[in-house]
């Protein structure tokens, strides 16, 4: 069986605030798109990428992709539709049972023991999974106000990260049937929990960050120096 990797690349990231997108900023001599590539090129060289790029993206070079085989496809209004688009741009050669590995972008500083670690998981689990940190801090909900209304239990609570794993044909139909019955689908797993399955959770370091605000490029920075001692 082959493993697809479907990476999301085609956001504006407003939050940012900068004059491009976040994958476009420079994170350790290169920009962050190629860094993020070059983590998975390193953990899985002969995986199949499709990359999702916003169709008038005007800085993407594909000289930066160390892929043998690689593809584009455009990217929607949000990251569901982008992963979509993806899924179909594969459906003339994945496989139902093929393995498709969904990583945002703007995770750069995921390691390749991670990576091989959550392949190596999922190889048995038919439901997928996803690399994920347990809850550290104690969780509040607000009151729409900007008080606290209460205190949830961390206990049991995870933070989703990406890679997400699934196989073709289950994540196809999870996201079909998502989008079917309107539900708001921030990450792939959501889907397929939509479907009454349990992905496996994963537990993954937690420098493993998304790249959101501003300060979190020298963050990344940092932790890709940390991780090369
Ligand atoms: O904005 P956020 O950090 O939540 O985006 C997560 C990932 O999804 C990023 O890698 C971004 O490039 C991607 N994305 C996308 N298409 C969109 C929105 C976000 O591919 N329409």
Redesign the pocket.
Known sequence: KRLWLV???????R?MGAER???YLTLAGHPVLVQTLARLHQAFPEARLCL?L?PDDAYFDPAWVPFGEWRRSP?????V???RQALAALADEAHVDDLVLVH???RPCVTVADLRRLLANLREDAAGGLLATPAADTMKRDDGHGSVARTESRRGLWHAQTPQGFRYGLLCRALDAARARGLEV?DEASAVEALGLSPRLVPGRRDNI???HPEDLALAAHILAAQRE
């Open positions: 990476v999301p690349a085609a956001g504006r990231g939050r997108p976040k994958q999702c916003d990217g929607g209004a949000e990251r539709d982008s992963v945002d972008v703007a921030t998304k790249i959101t």
